[in-house]
């Protein structure tokens, strides 16, 4: 488990992080998402031993991260802009993280390298930067450690490779003690992955809560019903995050079950009732609105 016991973090005058409380469980894939400038990318460094919070602390599995070479070889960091030694070849970037990852997986890597179509003999430099990221994620893996921790991860990926990645974190999980954690700027990206998803804004965590959690207690119901009075008496009964009109048609995002809150739509005998699927986003912004955070101007 990686628990994050309130921390800080300042460049200056910038607050990139702001005394963030979270826990991120073992043998999940946990989505970080937040925009541009969010402290995603703070954090994980955070996480992963390279820089040192200015106040609070960052536990891995009970440990101290920051200067602690047996966690550290517990972790591996993918940055968003990546690094590679010049002149490097596939090869040798995998020789290089053998000597340091204790566990590495040298035919999990070579099997990989083939799925992937990716030549270990070709310089790094020749790589496209979708390549690139391809490669970082095969070394991430092979380097059998039970934390990856990725920063815009799938940004560069086509469509196919984005779910070859994502199908290949499910089966890290399933066949060993795995925890993968993707930092990014969209919540379409995470959604159909990630098991608990956190709300990085100003440096802070705005929600951390698992993903099924979320969708089974909040839905999205359009309906219409006889009167005005009818609808009153129905708002008064919910909890209702938000409500909007198209005419007649009744649109609303409450807290509930779905069986719950049919049940009391039901009750005021609607001409017209269906639940419309939400998304990720769209449970985030109805959320944080409620919070008093415009996450619409965020995120479009």
Known sequence: MIEIRNCSKAFGEIHAIDH?????GE?????????NGAGKSTLLRMAAGVIKPDEGEILVDQEPVYENEKIKQQIFYISDGGYFPQGYTAADLKDFYREYYPDFMTDRYSKLMGQFHLDEKRRISSYS???KKQLLVIMGISAGTKYLLCDETFDGLDPVMRQAVKSLFVSEIMNRDFTPVIASHNMRELEDVCDHVGLLHKGGILLSRELEDMKFHIHKIQCVLPDQTKEETLLK???VLKKEHQGSLLIFTARGT???????VQTQNPIFCEVIPLTLEEIFISETEVAGYEVKNIFW
């Open 237 to 239: 009964e919910l909890d």
């Open 129 to 131: 930067k979708g390549m």
């Open 27 to 35: 043998r999940q894939i946990f989505g970080l998402v937040g925009t």
């Open 258 to 264: 779905r069986e719950e809150i049919l049940q009391k």
């Open 20 to 24: 963030v409380l979270m826990e991120i």
